[in-house]
């Protein structure tokens, strides 16, 4: 597609609840990248992969998140179990090198 | 660690105004810059970007300058317009290897008519 492509552009989720966030990248995009965005604060890093290989998960909040590229291209990120603290705007961006990460619109994820 | 600083919003500002919003950045190496803006309810644009020292990125009338010695990226506009109105995000991406990008708070600026 012509940009990053995210689904669903809102979730309700009650608490407990197991939720799935999708991303599809820009296609040929090696670098793919998951951000979660509180409100009025700037993306906070969670994880990133190049091609298939999940290089960095460092910024997963707890084990209750689990993220996954298994063919390269579209990406999921898995959230068990949610919580109040949850509730974010998850945004996904994909990049080919160092010319710059292209966001998606993202998820908004209220857990209530 | 790579860090970015951004000054405090919300700026407020009148229609045809001049806009700095200041950003400073800590990082090993030579990072590349960027901006982004962000409209209400949508995801993170590329405003303009820079990659080395001295460049200037340029998009939409805005400017930003890369300063080595200042370690700074501030972005500029001679003439806001009330469609400015947005949240503003310095990045960098640091040319270390980790190809991931740096943000900071973001900056609200509110243009009114």
């Known amino acids: 597609g012509a940009g990053v492509s995210q689904s669903p552009r809102y979730k309700v989720a009650k608490r407990g609840q197991d939720v799935a966030l999708r991303c599809d990248p820009i296609?040929?995009?090696?670098?793919l990248f998951w951000y979660q965005q509180a409100l009025g604060q700037g993306p906070e890093f969670l994880t990133y992969?190049?091609?298939?290989?999940?290089?960095?998960k460092s910024g997963l909040p707890s084990d209750r998140f689990f993220a996954e590229r298994p063919e390269g291209s579209v990406s999921t990120l898995k959230i068990q179990r949610t919580q109040q603290e949850d509730s974010a705007v998850y945004l996904c961006?994909?990049?080919?090198?160092?010319?710059?990460?292209?966001f998606g619109q993202g998820t908004r994820l209220t857990v209530v | 660690g790579n860090s970015v600083t951004q000054m405090e919003g919300p700026v407020t500002l009148s229609e045809e105004a001049f806009l700095t919003i200041n950003c400073t950045y800590t990082?090993?190496?030579?990072?590349?810059l960027f901006w982004y803006v962000q409209y209400p309810g949508e995801g993170l644009q590329l405003l303009l970007k820079?990659?080395?020292?001295?460049d200037k990125g340029s998009n939409k009338g805005f400017e930003a300058t890369y300063r080595k010695e200042t370690t700074s990226f501030h972005l500029e506009k001679g003439s806001v317009q009330v469609s400015d109105s947005a949240v503003y995000f310095c990045?960098?991406?640091?040319?270390?290897?980790?190809?991931?990008?740096?943000f900071g708070r973001g900056t609200s600026l509110i243009v009114h008519p």
């Open positions: 990082a090993t190496g030579y990072p590349s």
């Open positions: 296609s040929g995009h090696v670098s």
């Open positions: 961006a994909s990049s080919l090198y160092q010319a710059g990460a292209f």
């Open positions: 990045a960098l991406l640091s040319s270390g290897g980790s190809y991931i990008p740096t």
């Open positions: 820079a990659t080395k020292a001295d």
């Open positions: 992969f190049q091609n298939e290989a999940q290089l960095d």
